[in-house]
């Protein structure tokens, strides 16, 4: 059974950088999604869809194929009593453009305690793994995080930002927990969510919207099969992706690849009116405009995409206010 709706919460900067804090181990009923009251809890695991989709529908700017992919697996996933292998999803895109909002999104109504549920494990390139020299340690450690937290509750989700500045080699120590054996270790890893996020394909997509709009086409007529093969050959050709020369690649664990596309004057627009009334404001025209007029677009000539998604609407909306 799913939780009672949280609600939606407005655009804003929502993924925090989580450390590596201690799981802890409970008696739990995996059956249950909910806590006995005066109960510790081992996993809080409380999946919320009817508030994911409205915070989903109202506050993500242009995305209609992240909505449906990740809603879409999210459910069938959920749903399975038994699944066979874990959930991975892989979010590609242009700076900006909602990546880390939908993931901050996920923490927040698949756990009771979010982005701080002890369950959600969030790494960073930059302050997990920051020297490339240090590789062989990283992936002991991080095959030890993993499976112990696995171990302490199955229904984790682990975050993985920055895909494309990760040291080679470093992600094949997940290659065993993203496939369809039942065990790894002795741990039984299946009901765990994976997400790897990166820029990597942002271009490609970009050129495919391009395109999309030269050629009169609704952007909403855009199909992942038009973008599947360019994003994978994108993560394929980047020697500075986590999954370069993968095997996770080579055998196919990604379940689904979730394209962000380029956003648009009238996305960027619907970012700083979410800001706005994040802030408790009422929506001003001369502030509005004044966010607008200040971001760069691009292509030269057409002028169409916001050249750093909605990432600096928060601080601009500061300045002019």
């Given at each position: 059974?799913?939780?009672?709706t949280?609600?939606?919460?407005?655009?804003?900067?929502?993924?925090?950088?989580l450390?590596?804090?201690?799981?802890?181990a409970?008696?739990?009923?995996?059956?249950?999604?909910?806590?006995h009251?005066?109960a510790?809890?081992?996993?809080?695991f409380?999946?919320?869809?009817?508030?994911?989709?409205?915070?989903?529908?109202?506050?993500l700017?242009g995305?209609?194929?992240?909505?449906a992919l990740?809603v879409k697996?999210?459910k069938a996933?959920?749903?399975d009593?038994a699944?066979?292998?874990?959930?991975?999803?892989?979010?590609h895109?242009w700076t900006?453009?909602?990546?880390?909002?939908v993931?901050?999104?996920l923490?927040r109504?698949?756990?009771?305690?979010?982005?701080?549920?002890?369950?959600?494990h969030h790494?960073?390139?930059v302050?997990?793994?920051p020297?490339?020299?240090?590789?062989?340690?990283?992936?002991?450690?991080?095959?030890?995080?993993?499976?112990?937290?696995?171990?302490?509750?199955?229904?984790?989700?682990?975050?993985?930002?920055?895909?494309?500045?990760?040291?080679?080699g470093?992600?094949?120590?997940l290659?065993?927990?993203?496939g369809?054996?039942?065990?790894v270790?002795?741990?039984n890893?299946?009901?765990?969510?994976?997400?790897?996020?990166s820029?990597?394909?942002?271009e490609q997509?970009?050129?495919v919207?391009l395109?999309?709009?030269?050629s009169?086409?609704?952007?909403?007529e855009?199909?992942?099969?038009?973008?599947e093969?360019?994003i994978?050959?994108?993560v394929?050709?980047?020697p500075?992706h986590?999954?370069?020369?993968s095997?996770?690649?080579?055998?196919?664990?990604?379940?689904v690849?979730?394209?962000?596309?380029?956003l648009q004057?009238?996305?960027?627009?619907?970012?700083?009116?979410?800001?706005?009334?994040?802030?408790?404001?009422?929506?001003?025209?001369?502030?509005?405009?004044?966010?607008?007029?200040?971001?760069?677009f691009?292509?030269?000539d057409?002028?169409l995409?916001s050249?750093?998604?909605?990432?600096?609407?928060?601080?601009?909306i500061?300045?002019f206010l």
């Amino acid at each position: 059974m799913a939780a009672a709706t949280r609600g939606c919460r407005p655009w804003g900067s929502l993924l925090g950088l989580l450390g590596l804090v201690s799981a802890a181990a409970a008696a739990w009923d995996l059956t249950s999604l909910h806590c006995h009251f005066g109960a510790f809890c081992e996993c809080d695991f409380q999946p919320d869809f009817q508030g994911l989709e409205c915070d989903l529908a109202q506050h993500l700017a242009g995305q209609h194929l992240a909505k449906a992919l990740v809603v879409k697996a999210l459910k069938a996933f959920v749903q399975d009593p038994a699944p066979t292998k874990p959930l991975v999803l892989s979010l590609h895109g242009w700076t900006g453009t909602g990546k880390s909002y939908v993931s901050s999104l996920l923490a927040r109504y698949l756990f009771r305690g979010g982005l701080r549920s002890p369950h959600v494990h969030h790494f960073s390139p930059v302050i997990h793994f920051p020297h490339p020299g240090h590789v062989e340690r990283y992936k002991k450690d991080l095959k030890s995080w993993v499976q112990g937290n696995l171990t302490a509750c199955s229904r984790s989700l682990f975050l993985f930002d920055e895909m494309d500045k990760l040291a080679p080699g470093l992600m094949e120590v997940l290659r065993p927990f993203l496939g369809s054996s039942w065990v790894v270790f002795g741990t039984n890893y299946r009901k765990a969510i994976f997400i790897f996020i990166s820029n990597t394909g942002g271009e490609q997509i970009n050129q495919v919207a391009l395109e999309a709009w030269r050629s009169r086409r609704d952007r909403e007529e855009i199909r992942l099969q038009e973008l599947e093969l360019v994003i994978s050959q994108a993560v394929l050709d980047n020697p500075h992706h986590g999954f370069w020369r993968s095997g996770i690649m080579e055998e196919h664990l990604l379940d689904v690849l979730v394209p962000f596309l380029p956003l648009q004057r009238h996305h960027v627009r619907h970012c700083v009116l979410n800001e706005l009334a994040q802030l408790g404001l009422e929506p001003r025209d001369e502030v509005v405009q004044a966010v607008l007029d200040s971001t760069t677009f691009f292509p030269e000539d057409e002028q169409l995409f916001s050249s750093n998604g909605c990432k600096t609407v928060a601080s601009r909306i500061a300045f002019f206010l």
